[in-house]
């Protein structure tokens, strides 16, 4: 089978033509179809920068929040480490200590050792005797 | 003497419907023919191409007129065609795979209106045509039963010269494959 052939097979095909009503049903579709108003493009572009505007607000506002959390966090951990430095300064005050200095002179310094004191004889209000004098 | 392809064009981008409607009878045979030849289906046929003046209207001021408004009726005609067969054997492809297995695991057939031929000879040859893959089908249809040249079929579907003649050339042996037998047993003589 050659070119010539198929070409003449081809030619056989019926032509398709239009409809009758074509014209007018196409004439009908334009009518139906709405024109795009001249605003519309200018009102969705405005719509569309209304929303980019909210959008980067709200990521501004969000960092700005983001990063006022972070400085009060890191205020509040200074302010605990403060109040942690006040307790243990108070509680090391309200301590009892071991050493009860005396007095001393240029040869000797006085001390006496707590620790060696009886308990017993501290809550009975008993005449504070120094068990043992301590000598540097 | 009737205004040009051109000058209608022109007062179509001033607004004017009767020049849309001239335009639209000096060339619905010539489109319609095309698509229902591609698509096989003259309803569907006529729908894309009622589509295609549409969107010549919607853009005849950005039209260069002295191109030739042919070439872009069918550029607009071929992509409106092509958009339409690929979605449609997509939806018959899942059809057949999700919601009515056959079975048989073959191509995705389209659903088509057989009603364009009368004879046996003009079903057999618009079977073979429709059996085309669609860039071969559109370059055949559109030389060998629209006689578009090379050029305007490359412009209307953005391959290359080459490209055009390629694919006419292997359509044509596709068909000569697909008719030879029928036509040679029949005694066909070509007349």
């Known amino acids: 089978m050659n070119d010539d052939q198929l070409l003449s097979a081809l030619s056989q095909m019926e032509e398709v033509r239009a409809s009758p009503g074509f014209t007018e049903e196409t004439h009908r579709r334009l009518a139906a179809t709405r024109s795009i108003p001249q605003w519309r493009p200018l009102l969705v572009a405005a719509a569309a920068a209304l929303v980019l505007v909210i959008g980067a607000t709200a990521v501004w506002r969000q960092a700005e929040r983001a990063s006022q959390r972070r400085a009060g966090l890191a205020e509040l951990r200074v302010l605990q480490q403060e109040y942690s430095r006040l307790t243990e300064a108070l509680t090391t005050k309200g301590r009892r200590p071991e050493y009860l200095y005396l007095g001393g002179t240029d040869q000797a310094e006085y001390v006496v050792d707590l620790s060696k004191v009886s308990q017993e004889s501290a809550s009975q209000g008993s005449a504070f005797i120094p068990t043992r004098l301590t000598r540097f | ?191």
Not at chain 2, 15 to 42: E, M, N, P, S
Not at chain 2, 51 to 57: C, D, I, N, T
Not at chain 2, 61 to 79: F, H, M, P, Q, S
Not at chain 2, 85 to 114: D, H, I
């Open chain 2, 1 to 191: 003497m009737p205004p040009t392809d051109g000058e209608l064009v022109a007062r179509i981008s001033g607004g004017d419907k009767q020049a849309f409607v001239c335009l639209v009878d000096r060339h619905k045979d010539r489109i319609v023919g095309y698509l229902a030849r591609l698509t096989r289906d003259r309803h569907l046929a006529e729908d894309l191409a009622q589509e295609a003046f549409l969107k010549l209207y919607r853009y005849a001021d950005r039209l260069d007129a002295e191109r030739g408004v042919t070439g872009y009726l069918y550029k607009i005609a071929t992509n409106l065609a092509h958009s339409e067969l690929r979605r449609r054997t997509r939806r018959q492809w899942l059809k057949e795979r999700f919601l009515l297995p056959s079975g048989n695991g073959g191509p995705p057939r389209l659903e088509q209106e057989a009603h364009l031929e009368k004879t046996e000879l003009q079903q057999r040859v618009g079977q073979a045509v429709f059996k085309l893959p669609l860039h071969y089908r559109t370059a055949v249809i559109m030389h060998d039963l629209q006689g578009v040249s090379y050029a305007d079929i490359a412009a209307a579907t953005g391959a290359s010269f080459g490209t055009v003649k390629s694919r006419i050339f292997r359509g044509r042996q596709l068909l000569k494959g697909e008719l030879g037998p029928y036509l040679n047993g029949a005694e066909w003589s070509g007349a």
